[in-house]
Each structure stands twice: as C-alpha cells, then as structure tokens.
C-alpha cells in the first residue's frame, strides 16, 4: 500500500480555512486533523496557548506550538500516512513561522531548525494558502479578547498575513493560494482544481 498525501490548510483567522479542510478531508476521505490541540496532550497546550490571561514570551509561545507538533506528527499524521491514508490538516509548522516568527518576531532561523526537531521528514505534498485581507476577516467574526491570538492588535495579524503570503511567493510549487475573499463555493472550486492534479495515494 503506497503512502498518503499530506495536504495543508493554512491562513489567518476567518479565511475559511478550516470550512475547507474538512469538506476536502470529507471529499477524499482523508483524516481531517488540526494543530494545535489534536492529541490528548495537545488539548492541554492548546488551553495554555490560547489563554490570553497566562503570561508567555514569543519563544515559550513558539516552542510549545513545536511540542505540539512535534507529539502530533508522531501519534497522528506519520502513522496515518503510513498506514495509506491521506491527512488534510487545518495549520502546520507554517502557523509557527508566520504567527511566531512575522507576528511576533522571533527569529526565522531559529523556528526554522526547531521545526527541523520537531517533526523530521514529515512535510505538506501541498499547502493550500486562503488569503484573507484583515477588513474582510474582521466583518466575518467577533474577536475573542480571551484568546491570546484573536486579542492581538491589527499589526499584528498583517504581519502574519503577509508572512504567509511571502512564504508562499518563495515556494510556488508547494504552495497554492486561493483568494479567501471569493464565496465558499467559489474557494472550493478553485482548490478541487489545483487537488485534480495531484494523486491521493503513492507508492
């Protein structure tokens, strides 16, 4: 039995993003998965992370993304690709570069080799970025100021915003990005069109 296909969803809050991944998951019948906070002892740093009211420096924030998914890749998507089975994820280590790295400016070299750590050989065949302008995004949804990530000021989020869309212009073979702005049909159509090419199971 070949291997499954790794596919990522990445983007800001309100983009889509997870709409999306579940319905390709579901499409592919695919394992839908998330980061963070997929595994037992995801939950729990998931708590810890998203807290706004526990105080965290960029690194600790950083690193403890890592833990998760360093734990997730080895519980969850490297044996699930293993066994056959394709896995659509909603965020990958991408998340930690553009939030951790843009957002909060720790230093890309440094996530970069920590992410090497943390989940080894195990990468995206394909990353579907949904770019989303901050204004559009902000009509979608009610911040949740409990939520250290939702809380953050619009700087913040423009700097994750075009973290994203720089790593995606660096890397135009293994990134696909979808203009979130366009109706949920509208977005699923244009990724079926970009997933028509791949193949879902290899040897």
């Given at each position: 039995m070949?291997?499954?296909?790794?596919?990522?969803?990445?983007?800001?809050?309100?983009?889509?993003?997870?709409?999306?991944?579940?319905?390709v998951?579901?499409?592919?019948?695919?394992?839908?998965?998330?980061?963070?906070?997929?595994?037992?002892?995801?939950?729990?740093?998931?708590?810890?992370?998203?807290?706004?009211?526990?105080?965290?420096?960029?690194?600790?924030?950083?690193?403890?993304?890592?833990?998760?998914?360093?734990?997730?890749?080895?519980?969850?998507?490297?044996?699930?690709?293993?066994?056959?089975?394709?896995?659509?994820?909603?965020?990958?280590?991408?998340s930690?570069?553009?939030?951790?790295g843009?957002g909060?400016g720790?230093?890309?070299?440094?996530?970069?080799?920590?992410?090497?750590?943390?989940i080894?050989?195990?990468?995206?065949?394909?990353?579907?970025?949904?770019?989303?302008?901050?204004?559009?995004?902000?009509?979608r949804?009610?911040?949740?100021?409990?939520?250290?990530?939702?809380?953050?000021?619009?700087?913040?989020?423009?700097?994750?915003?075009?973290g994203?869309?720089?790593?995606?212009?660096?890397?135009?073979?293994?990134?696909?990005?979808?203009?979130?702005?366009?109706?949920?049909?509208?977005?699923?159509a244009?990724?079926?069109?970009?997933?028509?090419?791949?193949?879902?199971?290899r040897?």
């Open positions: 070949g291997r499954g296909l790794f596919l990522v969803f990445e983007g800001i809050d309100a983009s889509g993003k997870s709409t999306q991944a579940r319905r998951a579901e499409r592919y019948d695919a394992l839908f998965t998330f980061e963070p906070g997929d595994t037992p002892l995801g939950v729990e740093l998931r708590r810890w992370l998203l807290d706004a009211a526990t105080p965290m420096t960029p690194a600790t924030e950083a690193l403890l993304m890592l833990a998760d998914r360093s734990h997730h890749v080895r519980s969850v998507i490297e044996p699930t690709l293993a066994s056959g089975r394709s896995v659509v994820s909603d965020r990958f280590f991408a930690t570069l553009a939030y951790q843009y909060r720790v230093d890309l070299a440094d996530l970069m080799a920590a992410t090497e750590l943390a080894g050989d195990c990468r995206a065949d394909l990353t579907i970025l949904i770019d989303l302008a901050l204004d559009t995004a902000n009509e949804r009610a911040r949740n100021h409990e939520d250290r990530f939702e809380s953050a000021d619009l700087n913040f989020h423009e700097r994750v915003r075009q994203y869309l720089e790593m995606a212009a660096n890397d135009t073979q293994g990134w696909f990005v979808v203009d979130g702005a366009s109706s949920e049909d509208e977005v699923a244009i990724i079926e069109e970009r997933l028509a090419r791949l193949t879902w199971s040897d």
